[in-house]
């Protein structure tokens, strides 16, 4: 299993990165809407938050299924955040 330090390193840079190409889609196209790529940046803090809540809960039965379930969070919301961010 992995550290609980890795995965919340994993969280900070996969969230921190698709923020970053957030940033980087506003200044390569500067016509586009810029609330749009807002509310993806407000979605991937919102997922964050909930994320690190959730791998520093303390009473939980099965630790490794819980990071395991937490680990796959984290890559269906970045994945949706991704498909968000290529549609723009």
């Known amino acids: 299993m992995a550290s609980i330090k890795n995965l919340k390193k994993d969280i900070n840079y996969v969230l921190g990165d698709i923020i970053e190409e957030c ?3 506003e200044l390569l ?3 586009t ?3 749009d790529t807002e509310a ?3 979605e ?3 997922a964050f938050d909930s994320l690190v809540e959730k ?3 303390k009473n939980v039965e099965n630790k490794k299924a ?3 379930n937490i680990t796959l969070e984290l890559e269906e919301e970045a994945n949706n955040l991704l498909e968000k961010i290529n549609k723009l």
């Open 23 to 25: 940033y980087t889609l």
């Open 66 to 68: 819980h990071f395991k």
């Open 55 to 57: 791998v520093n809960m």
């Open 33 to 35: 809407d810029s609330k």
């Open 40 to 42: 993806i940046i407000d």
């Open 29 to 31: 196209n500067p016509k």
């Open 44 to 46: 991937a803090i919102l």
